[in-house]
């Protein structure tokens, strides 16, 4: 009985990794999870951080900057995507040099929600206002 799954690491330009794995380790924004084989359907949008790939003894870390996890499949069928934003084997950056990334692709997404909720805010508040020039007659 088959208790590896097919896991595949991809970004927009090129795939990452694949291969067969026990267990995948990554972060949403309700917090870290872990795929084992034939866990039931998911998917799940990825923060900034890592992604961990463990096989037998072996541990690939990949640091993301998001994107989406899905898991599905079953029995041999079973597989995991990683559809990244961007990814990068960890195997040459410092544990110090990871931190540093993650916490500035998390300052970054930060700013960037900062700034799409204030754009928002402006257009809600334009179409009010053209609302309130149309009950005026004066669009």
């Given at each position: ?10 970004s ?7 291969g ?64 990244a ?22 300052r ?8 799409e ?23």
């Open positions: 009985m088959a208790t590896r799954m097919q896991v595949s690491i991809v927009p330009e090129e795939a990452i990794w694949e067969e794995a026990e267990l995948v380790i990554a972060r949403s924004p309700e917090g870290e999870f872990g795929i084992m084989f034939n866990h039931i359907p998911f998917l799940a949008a990825l923060v900034p951080g890592t992604v961990t790939v463990v096989s037998g003894s072996n541990r690939e870390v990949f640091l993301v900057t998001g994107g989406f996890l899905e898991a599905n499949g079953d029995g041999n069928d079973y597989h995991v995507i990683v559809l934003d961007d990814a990068e084997a960890t195997g040459e950056i410092t544990a110090d040099e990871i931190k540093q990334r993650i916490a500035e692709l998390r970054q997404q930060d700013a960037d929600r900062d700034s909720q204030r754009g928002e805010a402006h257009l809600r508040a334009a179409l009010a206002a053209d609302e309130v020039a149309a009950s005026r007659g004066q669009r």
